[in-house]
């Protein structure tokens, strides 16, 4: 089963309004990363936050990280039509390796 | 700056073909990992390389095959392509434990 699983799996909301995805893993990890997904297309970086960190900002980004619930969210703050994507959470688990684990991700839908 | 080259972008096979991906890293990284993206799915890790060698292996089909070159681009090769195996396929290149850099993925479409 997938390390990170991603909630909702599909949110439709304003623009203007914020956008909250919420994404679980089951084991301990040295960070989190969120990444952007346009249709199909490339995955774009947005925002690492490492173990050892609460929240991080970038921008109208805010991750925050709770290691004790093995959760993470993504608040994407006044939303734009041009934030429409699918948004996943990759997890680099504190085994020893260092591949990544996609959760499957929230398709995220702002309307004009 | 240079970023993660793969080639082809797109490639068009009939079942049971072989088909070769490329992958070229971001210069000085000595890291490459493949990823294997599903129509409406996550990416799924397949398989790694660190200074030429095999570093991680995940759920990669005994029909396909992978390596690193000396000069650190990296190819997966596969087989007896079956319709399962349309997705799109991204490398990602790394300083050993750095972050990972994402190509654009090459689209692979088994007909």
């Known amino acids: 089963s997938q390390q990170g699983e991603e909630d909702p799996q599909a949110l439709s909301i304003q623009e203007g309004e914020n956008a909250t995805m919420n994404c679980s893993y089951k084991?301990?990890?040295?960070?989190l990363q969120w990444y952007r997904q346009n249709s199909g297309r490339g995955l774009v970086h947005l925002i690492l936050?490492?173990?050892?960190?609460r929240e991080k900002h970038s921008g109208r980004l805010r991750v925050t990280l709770d290691t004790s619930k093995k959760s993470s969210s993504l608040l994407i703050t006044a939303s734009r039509a041009a934030d429409t994507a699918s948004y996943f959470c990759a997890t680099t688990p504190a085994s020893g390796t260092y591949k990544y684990i996609f959760g499957t991700g929230t398709r995220l839908k702002v309307l004009a | 700056a240079a970023g993660v080259i793969q080639s082809p972008r797109h490639l068009i096979k009939e079942k049971r073909e072989t088909a070769t991906l490329k992958c070229y890293p971001i210069p000085r990284h000595d890291t490459v990992y493949w990823y294997q993206q599903g129509p409406g799915q996550d990416p799924q890790f397949l398989i790694s390389?660190?200074?030429?060698?095999?570093?991680d292996k995940g759920s990669i089909p005994d029909r396909f095959s992978a390596q690193q070159f000396s000069d650190y681009h990296s190819e997966l090769n596969m087989s007896s392509l079956e319709l399962g195996d349309s997705a799109l396929y991204f490398c990602?290149?790394?300083?050993?434990?750095?972050?990972?850099?994402f190509g654009p993925g090459t689209r692979l479409t088994v007909l």
């Open positions: 084991t301990s990890i040295n960070n």
């Open positions: 390389f660190y200074e030429k060698m095999q570093s």
């Open positions: 990602a290149s790394s300083l050993r434990v750095g972050e990972q850099f």
């Open positions: 936050i490492r173990s050892n960190e």
